[in-house]
């Protein structure tokens, strides 16, 4: 199985920072990696997919990069609602695998 | 759009079997795909395999393989998920989720069902 590494594990940033989420894929995917949110309690909402394409009713603060191995989310001016726990997920080939999670805090 | 609803949570012993199902209503294209994922207590996500409705296909992921069984009854549009040979570790959150088959990612997602594995 292909493994997906995110770092950081948990980030602490203010309302209106930007800040970026790393994944890293241990084989090639291409563009094959979405990213998705998740609040407690609820089920995960996806914001990206295919790297960079943005889903829609998501907002455009929120913006996908890469490819290959190396991925990154970054949100451009963090508001309130996006404090959440964030995850990549590659489908490039079964199973498909995702990364481990980055929970981004209130500084 | 398609929304999937999962039945209820469960409490289940050691050894036993365990049976989700996952509706879709909406307006739902005649390709339709299900997968099923979990989520252990505090823990990230996993996903355990897929069906396609219309052709009741399934495809597991290696780690479930032989005890994990995905069904589908087209005419009712529904997925299941049955896990055998329950054990403690199988505590989780177990959703639903639909897809477009291979290559795709999860495009929504039912609100899960936690099953709790217990003596």
């Known amino acids: 199985d292909i493994q997906m590494t995110q770092s950081p594990s948990t980030l602490s940033a203010s309302v209106g920072d930007r800040v970026t989420i790393t994944c890293r894929a241990s084989q090639t995917i291409n563009t094959w990696l979405a990213w998705y949110q998740q609040k407690p309690g609820t089920a995960p909402k996806v914001l990206i997919y295919?790297?960079?394409n943005l889903e829609s009713g998501v907002p455009s603060r929120f913006s996908g990069r890469g490819s290959g191995t190396e991925f990154t989310l970054t949100i451009s001016s963090l508001q309130p609602d996006d404090f959440a726990t964030y995850y990549c997920?590659?489908?490039?080939?079964?199973?498909?695998?995702f990364g481990q999670g980055t929970k981004v805090e209130i500084k | 759009q398609v929304h999937l609803v999962q039945s209820g949570a469960e409490v289940k012993k050691p050894g036993s079997s365990v049976k989700v199902s996952c509706k879709a209503s909406g307006d739902i294209p005649s390709y339709f795909a299900v997968s099923w994922l979990r989520q252990a207590p505090g823990q990230g996500l996993e996903w355990m395999g897929q069906i396609m409705l219309d052709l009741g296909t399934p495809n597991y992921a290696q780690k479930y393989r032989g005890r994990v069984t995905i069904s589908a009854d087209k005419s009712t549009h529904t997925a299941y998920m049955e896990l055998n040979s329950l054990r403690s570790e199988d505590t989780a959150i177990y959703y639903c989720?639909?897809?477009?088959?291979?290559?795709?990612?999860?495009?929504?997602w039912g609100q899960g069902t936690l099953v709790t594995v217990s003596s």
């Open positions: 295919q790297a960079s």
């Open positions: 997920q590659q489908y490039d080939s079964y199973s498909w695998t």
């Open positions: 989720a639909r897809d477009y088959g291979a290559l795709s990612y999860f495009v929504a």
